[in-house]
């Protein structure tokens, strides 16, 4: 198990670098490397939002 941004991630196998987190329906993979962990927690994050914000759907009524 691994935190980011106290969320718990857990590796999906030791031969691969391939985080997942389950959210609802929905299963979001995160590849983990050393390039990717030597960025700063301001990178990380910023990446983070992104991928999320590209998954969230807003629907006008």
Do not use: C, D, P, Q
């Given at each position: 198990?691994?935190k980011?941004?106290?969320?718990?991630?857990a590796?999906?196998?030791?031969?691969?670098?391939?985080?997942?987190?389950?959210?609802?329906?929905?299963?979001?993979?995160?590849?983990?490397?050393?390039?990717?962990?030597?960025?700063?927690?301001t990178?990380?994050?910023?990446?983070?939002?992104?991928?999320?914000?590209?998954?969230?759907?807003?629907?006008?009524?």
């Amino acid at each position: 198990m691994a935190k980011i941004f106290g969320v718990a991630f857990a590796k999906k196998s030791a031969s691969r670098s391939i985080w997942r987190r389950s959210i609802g329906r929905g299963e979001i993979a995160y590849l983990v490397h050393s390039a990717f962990l030597r960025r700063s927690l301001t990178e990380v994050h910023r990446l983070l939002v992104v991928h999320f914000m590209e998954n969230e759907v807003v629907v006008e009524t």
